[in-house]
């Protein structure tokens, strides 16, 4: 169980766990810089996508904006001031959440 600084609570889940449909992928994992985080939404609505530390402490929100269902986006996230560790992808849309972690090794 992991509890976000926002009092989002949530357990991470496997990759494949039941999100109601909600994909997200996170490639390459483990990475040494880039990372790409694809993602397909599966309601109309507001979609966010945050990254956290394992303490729950958000680092940096990539995107957050409204998106019509079945909409497929792609963000590249460069995290190159985070130091080598586990990090959590957070996916919001609508009303179903979807966690990955990622490794960060350089």
Request: proline share 5%; net charge negative.
């Amino acid at each position: 169980r992991i509890a976000f600084e926002d009092d989002i609570q949530g357990e991470i889940l496997p990759e494949d766990a039941d999100t109601g449909g909600l994909q997200m992928t996170v490639y390459p994992n483990p990475s040494s810089g880039l990372v790409n985080i694809e993602f397909t939404t599966v309601e109309s609505g507001v979609t966010h996508v945050a990254v956290y530390n394992t303490r729950g402490e958000q680092l940096q929100i990539l995107y957050n904006t409204v998106l019509p269902a079945g909409r497929h986006a792609h963000i590249e996230m460069q995290p190159a001031e985070w130091v080598n560790g586990i990090y959590v992808i957070h996916l919001i849309n609508g009303k179903v959440v979807k966690y990955v972690k990622v490794a960060l090794a350089r």
